[in-house]
């Protein structure tokens, strides 16, 4: 690696120099290499700004994540974990004021207010800026700056994006390490005409004050005052003051999503909060399903699904986020932008996602989980029954008689995605995958039928619009009032969501009869008694199925204003106790719930803009009521 050690560091005193770099198949070769002058250029000024006294240019070596790991033991912010039971694998206690993400203090930052639109917080680049660097200024002083080049999607494929990150946290480093490529070969890619997204990050705890007055680091530092910006006309992210998950991996929500949604919208393509998955049907044939789901509602284990139903088989390519562009031969095809999965720990567990716990066998990083007296970790839903004895996530003394939970409700896991006993063959081709199908979802204990399609793409838009889910007793507000998340996106697109409502109906226009069919599923129907009807996890296979048989014309539908359900003979529930009688309020339009439901979709739209939701859903609107008032 290539290291500078100066107070006042410039890059003019770094010379390129031979090292090991990890190459994309897991070799070793010797590589020199020298970085472009935009990346040297920015470096450079990130530095005479927040003054580091070291620079370490991250290379991607084994030797460089054992130097980090044994650093951040030394300190105190890893714990390696029992190597007889998680090899290669650490825990992490963040700060109780550092846990997770902080919605309220993320914005974007584009010229005109209106273009980051109601759904997201707004500061102009300008003002922004001159708040930001003033916290900026002197923030690494006394800390190393790693400048680390990362992929999203696989080394030079056609659809995948570059960034470099800046960051003060060996933390964020081993950690996009696995959740991202990084090393030289991504350096290598980048060229003078080579398009980069800059991401800078500080965990705002500077150990020399501005009169040269040293403090001891603490084993999580981070800052009170927090700040994730994204600057979309300039494809820029500054994040200051946290340490955690997706407010310091730039390369996950921040660019894959918040930034990416933006270059999609200019450059014709598609970047989604949705998991990907390959389904092979008993005849051998082969689909690929995309699916989006607000938090909750069974993503992770449908992205890793052990089919239930004999002969079907699902395979993991992506958990969170997929970008799709249409290629050479007008399809629609996909890639899962990450090399990693950065997973929510509780509630993951033998008995609900065997194959999640499976991939975490070795080379992890844990955090916010706590730790058994055997030197290995455990959440609530891991095991059925809880340890006798556990140290928690904050380091405390736990039994199972304890008021507070062992592990952080936000607990992660951070694994890479080869681990995966489900993994696809194809998860890493740079060419993507066709998509055959988009499955959208919600938690909705009433309404909403177990699974419909959309009647074209136009309607299948106006359902990822209107995804929504229902408040149950246990939230605060009226029981069964919808909190709306269109695409599960909310938190994440980067600019207008009418305006992204329209670039969806824009990419159907691109796709024209490629478009791949848009469905709508709901495993959460309850009966009157307040109980689940449909019995979901693996389950959910027998969904698939009856998607799969559409898209081959095996199976018919019923065309309602919602769009085609399935006849209920012709759904397989075969050994399954679920009475005539349940099967058909799980397929059943309540006229009335729609109506009510209709009403407040136009409410919504309001809240976004009346003047700018798009024509085409206001008409997929007037549709529906009309649909609607024509049933008996």
């Known amino acids: 690696m290539s290291i500078l050690k100066s107070e006042n560091p410039t890059l003019s005193a770094v010379s390129p120099s031979p090292f090991l770099s990890l190459v994309e198949n897991g070799d070793l070769a010797p590589q020199a290499h020298v970085h472009s002058a935009s990346v040297e250029a920015w470096v450079s000024d990130i530095a005479t700004l927040t003054q580091p006294t070291d620079i370490v240019w991250c290379d991607g070596s084994v030797g460089q994540w054992d130097s980090l790991t044994k650093q951040m033991i030394a300190q105190g912010t890893l714990i390696r974990l029992n190597p007889e039971w998680r090899p290669n694998s650490f825990l992490a206690r963040s700060d109780p004021a550092d846990v997770a993400r902080v919605e309220d203090r993320t914005f974007i930052c584009s010229v005109e207010e209106s273009d980051a639109g109601p759904t997201n917080n707004w500061r102009s680049p300008e003002d922004m800026k001159a708040e930001l660097t003033p916290l900026f200024a002197g923030s690494m002083r006394g800390r190393t700056m790693y400048v680390v080049p990362f992929s999203m999607g ?32 991504v350096f290598d890619l980048i060229t003078e005409d080579t398009e980069w997204v800059p991401a800078l990050h500080s965990v705002g705890y500077p150990l020399i004050d501005d009169d040269g007055v040293s403090r ?4 999580w530092p981070h800052n009170p005052l927090k700040y994730i910006s994204h600057f979309p006309e300039t494809r820029e992210i500054w994040s200051f003051g946290s340490g955690y998950g997706g407010n310091a991996l730039l390369g996950k929500k921040c660019f894959a999503l918040r930034i990416a949604s933006v270059m999609a919208r200019d450059e014709g393509w598609m970047a989604e909060h949705m998991l990907l998955i390959k389904v092979t049907s008993p005849e051998h044939q082969v689909f690929h399903v995309a699916a989006a789901f607000p938090s909750a509602c069974g993503k992770t284990n449908l992205a890793m699904l052990k089919p239930s139903i004999p002969g079907w088989k699902v395979e993991t390519i992506g958990d969170d986020i997929v970008w799709m562009r249409p290629g050479p031969d007008g399809k629609l095809r996909a890639i899962n932008p990450e090399r990693g999965f950065f997973g929510v720990a509780p509630g993951t567990g033998i008995e609900t996602n065997h194959t999640a716990v499976e991939t975490m066998w070795g080379n992890t990083i844990f955090t916010n989980v706590a730790l058994r007296d055997d030197g290995d970790v455990w959440w609530e839903g891991l095991t059925p029954n809880p340890p006798a004895h556990l140290i928690d996530w904050q380091g405390n003394d736990w039994t199972p008689d304890s008021k507070t939970p062992a592990a952080h409700p936000n607990a992660r896991f951070t694994v890479t995605a080869d681990q995966c006993p489900s993994i696809a063959a194809e998860w890493e081709a740079p060419e993507g995958v066709v998509i055959d199908a988009i499955v959208f979802g919600g938690r909705r204990p009433s309404t909403v039928p177990l699974v419909s399609q959309s009647k074209n793409w136009a309607h299948g838009v106006f359902v990822g619009a209107t995804m929504a889910s229902e408040t149950t007793a246990a939230a605060v507000g009226q029981v069964g009032r919808l909190r709306h998340d269109p695409f599960a996106m909310l938190p994440f697109v980067g600019y207008n969501m009418a305006d992204y409502f329209q670039h969806w109906l824009d990419m159907g226009e691109t796709l024209g009869e490629n478009a791949p069919p848009i469905f709508q599923v709901n495993w959460f129907r309850k009966d009157d008694e307040g109980s689940y009807i449909w019995p979901g996890f693996a389950e959910n296979s027998r969904v698939l199925e009856w998607i799969i048989r559409r898209l081959e014309g095996d199976v018919a539908a019923r065309q309602t204003p919602i769009g085609g359900l399935p006849l209920e003979h012709e759904l397989n529930i075969a050994g399954l106790d679920i009475s005539d009688s349940q099967l058909h309020t799980l397929l059943w339009l309540d006229k009335e719930a729609w109506i009510a439901e209709a009403d407040e979709t136009e409410q919504y739209f309001g809240t976004l803009g009346a003047d700018r939701i798009p024509e085409a859903l206001s008409d997929e609107l007037a549709r529906l009521r009309a649909g609607l008032a024509k049933l008996a």
């Open 216 to 219: 001891d680091d603490v084993s």
């Open 154 to 185: 696989p080394v030079g494929g056609p659809l995948s994006q570059i960034g470099v990150q800046i960051t003060d946290s060996p933390y964020v480093v081993i950690s996009m390490a696995l959740m991202t490529r990084i090393g030289t070969p």
